[in-house]
């Protein structure tokens, strides 16, 4: 009798269906998830700060303590830049809307072409300053909870001491603890890398065009700067959002002469497409492994399941849910889908290390030459 090989059946129903499941409790669950997830990401960085620290042979105790002292100030920091300046924009964006209206006005009585109704309508419906607070609200809506968002991360750490001792206790098998711990460490290294190289791309290129701003005397140059950190965080989409504002500013200011509004433009342009598109790529993608349409898929998922604001986040929840199909046989083909190449190693602790190190070997060298 010749034995039957046992083929593992994917069960298309069953995922349909777990797959409805998950994402209905996601919607509905958002009041609670989005916090959370915030709170997660947020105790990761507090406990990367905190490694940083104890790599001076500081205490544990008191390198958590400057961890959350940095968070605290740079929070603060955001929190006054954003305060000092939100309500001179506001209020001189009415001033920029008659300047828009004045500018078309002016540019078909030069070009003695009839002014067309529809573009009355339009400049009509057309209102900067609520588009200018629907993409401040986007920015804050994710911290709406606040207090929860602190609540748990507390909490996160304190669980965090305990985290290895339970999985030991937990799952019996050496192995499945293994493939477990590989996980959680790739997922940690992996988002702790994304988070760092875009945290340092977005200030360069904040840094670079305040510059080109504040040269040619841009109003609000170093607010137009915030969010343009901010919202290089979004993928693609978050650049051209960035850019709409110092641009149009740049065209309708009354002491802003066609010279200087070129090259403000044409710099700001520049610098997103060097930094997007050449600097960020070559540090980025070939760490994480992610397939440019997977992005953008992932982009429009959470818009539509919570708001454009996770567009920020969209990414590092891509690259924890690509590690994880990688590591189980059934969905390893959809994780090979998402990636750009088709290898899905995951990384040991020794590898990482040896990783690190010779990127900043790289570095050394780079900037003694």
Known sequence: MF??????????????????????????????????????????????????????????LIAMVFSLATYFIIFWLFWELINSNIDEVIKKLPDYQEQVSEIIKNFFNATNIPEPKSINGMLKNFDMASIFQTILGWITSAFSNIWMIFFYTLFILLEYRYFGDKLTLMISSEEKRENISEIINKIKNDTKAYFIIKTIVSFITAFLSYLVMATFNLDFAIFWSFLIFILNFIPNVGSIIALFFPILIALIQKDMTIISFSFIASGLI?????????????????????????????????????????????????????????????????????SEKWELKIQSDEEVTKTRKRILNKIKDKILK
């Open 3 to 60: 034995k039957k090989k046992k083929t593992e059946e994917v069960n298309i129903p069953l995922i349909i269906v777990s797959s409805f499941i998950v994402f209905y409790t996601l919607y509905i669950g958002a009041s609670f998830i989005i916090p959370f997830i915030i709170a997660v990401l947020l105790s990761f960085a507090i406990i990367w700060a905190s490694n940083f620290y104890q790599r001076f042979k500081i205490p544990k």
């Open 270 to 338: 520049w610098i997103q497409i060097l930094m997007g598109n050449i600097v960020e790529p070559k540090f980025m993608w070939n760490r994480l492994n992610l397939s440019p349409l997977a992005i953008i898929l992932s982009l429009s998922f959470w818009w539509a399941l919570w708001g454009v604001i996770w567009m920020l986040l969209s990414v590092p929840i891509m690259v924890i849910i690509n590690i994880i199909l990688a590591k189980i046989p059934t969905t390893k083909p959809i994780a090979i889908l998402l």
